[in-house]
T-cell receptor, first 114, second 115 residues
């Protein structure tokens, strides 16, 4: 069974600084997708960034980028120029190939200090 | 695109009562998912619909749980004889075939508290 581990229950960052959230996963599949979702307090979960396993290039979305290390099964999220609105719970998630089910980690609560 | 709507946002119920939640997906999305999120955990898959057909149910979905999606539009999740362990956030998400290659659109969830 696939597992997703987020080893940092909480992280904090100063506004305008950079923070990296860690995620590792376990799978024997070669075709899969990885995601980072953001869940602000009392608000819906939104997709931040995704990575296809077959792509070697790390995904980037504006201030958000990932460091995808396939051999190490590591998928970290870097947030640059952190903003107060980035404060949220961040979940790393895995999906096998064309399967529809997401497997989530336990999440990392990010606090952004002004 | 009005997003995925879930009602109610919060529900407090006494142990043993039945509750029903509703999810209205994005209108053109034919795939609908229910997840459960307990405190300190990430969401866990409960069930999946493609149009009106329920194609998979997790082992987490005991016999007290039933989900429907009549006419392939909105979906309901009913919990009978609620237990304190049912207290959680129930998340609904939807997608199309194309979106499924990437990610879902989630609703804001229904938070259930069983007292």
């Amino acid at each position: 069974a696939q597992t997703v581990t987020q080893s940092q229950p909480e992280m904090s960052v100063q506004e305008a600084e950079t923070v990296t959230l860690s995620c590792t996963y376990d799978t024997s599949e070669s075709d899969y997708y990885l995601f980072w979702y953001k869940q602000p307090p009392s608000r819906q979960m939104i997709l931040v960034i995704r990575q296809e396993a077959y792509k070697q290039q790390n995904a980037t979305e504006n201030r958000f980028s990932v460091n995808f290390q396939k051999a190490a099964k590591s998928f970290s999220l870097k947030i640059s120029d952190s903003q107060l609105g980035d404060a949220a719970m961040y979940f790393c998630a895995y999906r096998r190939g064309s399967n529809y089910k997401l497997t989530f980690g336990k999440g990392t609560l990010l606090t952004v200090n002004p | 695109d009005t997003g995925v709507s879930q009602n109610p946002r919060h529900k407090i119920t006494k142990r043993g009562q039945n509750v029903t939640f509703r999810c209205d997906p994005i209108s053109e999305h034919n795939r609908l998912y229910w997840y459960r999120q307990t405190l300190g955990q990430g969401p866990e898959f409960l069930t999946y619909f493609q149009n009106e057909a329920q194609l998979e149910k997790s082992r987490l979905l005991s016999d007290r749980f039933s989900a429907e999606r009549p006419k392939g539009s909105f979906s309901t999740l009913e919990i009978q004889r609620t237990e304190q362990g049912d207290s959680a956030m129930y998340l609904c998400a939807s997608s199309t075939q194309v979106h499924n290659l990437y990610g879902y659109t989630f609703g804001s969830g229904t938070r259930l508290t069983v007292v």
